[in-house]
T-cell receptor, first 115, second 115 residues
Framework: EAGVTQFPSHSVIEKGQTVTLRCDPISGHDNLYWYRRVMGKEIKFLLH????????ESGMPNNRFLAERTGGTYSTLKVQPAELEDSGVYFCASSPQQGPGKTQYFGPGTRLLVL | AQKITQTQPGMFVQEKEAVTLDCTYDTSDPSYGLFWYKQPSSGEMIFLIYQGSYDQQNATEGRYSLNFQKARKSANLVISASQLGDSAMYFCAMREGWTASKLTFGTGTRLQVTL
């Protein structure tokens, strides 16, 4: 069974540019999450989809961040325009609706550097 | 107040020895889940073990066990018979409530296994 995949693995952009991150969850997982780890800080929640609906977007830092999950499959996270403080590792995770713990399985992350 | 506290920024352990990584948590929700993840230098987040708040027994997964002390609100990870490949960052995380929802992470502990 394929795990959570994320694309790209790395992205280097200039301040003011746009970047779009993609996440493909484990097949059949209704729940999809985005997290971010800024250098030296803890991993922080951004938002949670259940299928195509945003269940919780309380962690989104501001309106420069836009997440979508059209059709309830893969998700994209767009940052427009990117700022220096957006640099960090963006993780995607998915979990089933049922099962012990509803464990979240993480992707390898996208390392974003804004110059 | 911090919801998840990991007080050990770094730990050393000799190969084949056991090591305990500390995690304390804070929640008023009676239903919650506790998770440990491993992040090797390659960057991916690997799920290790889960403990539910109503679970009577401590969780175990191979060489990993979770020392769950509910009254003390602690969920320490015990790794037995350490291997060089266990060198990594270890994160404790909590999900509050019983439905699928966001994880709150601690700041992590960097474990180094030595010969």
């Amino acid at each position: 069974e394929a795990g959570v995949t994320q694309f790209p693995s790395h992205s280097v952009i200039e301040k003011g540019q746009t970047v779009t991150l993609r996440c493909d969850p484990i097949s059949g997982h209704d729940n999809l999450y985005w997290y971010r780890r800024v250098m030296g800080k803890e991993i922080k929640f951004l938002l949670h989809f259940v299928k195509e609906s945003k269940q919780d977007e309380s962690g989104m830092p501001n309106n420069r961040f836009l997440a979508e999950r059209t059709g309830g499959t893969y998700s994209t996270l767009k940052v427009q325009p990117a700022e220096l403080e957006d640099s960090g590792v963006y993780f995607c995770a998915s979990s089933p609706q049922q099962g012990p713990g509803k464990t979240q399985y993480f992707g390898p992350g996208t390392r974003l550097l804004v110059l | 107040a911090q919801k998840i506290t990991q007080t050990q920024p770094g730990m050393f352990v000799q190969e084949k020895e056991a090591v305990t990584l500390d995690c304390t948590y804070d929640t008023s929700d009676p239903s919650y889940g506790l998770f440990w993840y491993k992040q090797p230098s390659s960057g991916e987040m690997i799920f290790l073990i889960y403990q539910g708040s109503y679970d009577q027994q401590n969780a175990t997964e191979g060489r990993y066990s979770l020392n769950f002390q509910k009254a003390r609100k602690s969920a320490n990870l015990v790794i037995s018979a350490s291997q060089l490949g266990d060198s990594a960052m270890y994160f404790c995380a909590m999900r509050e409530g019983w439905t699928a929802s966001k994880l709150t992470f601690g700041t992590g502990t960097r474990l180094q296994v030595t010969l």
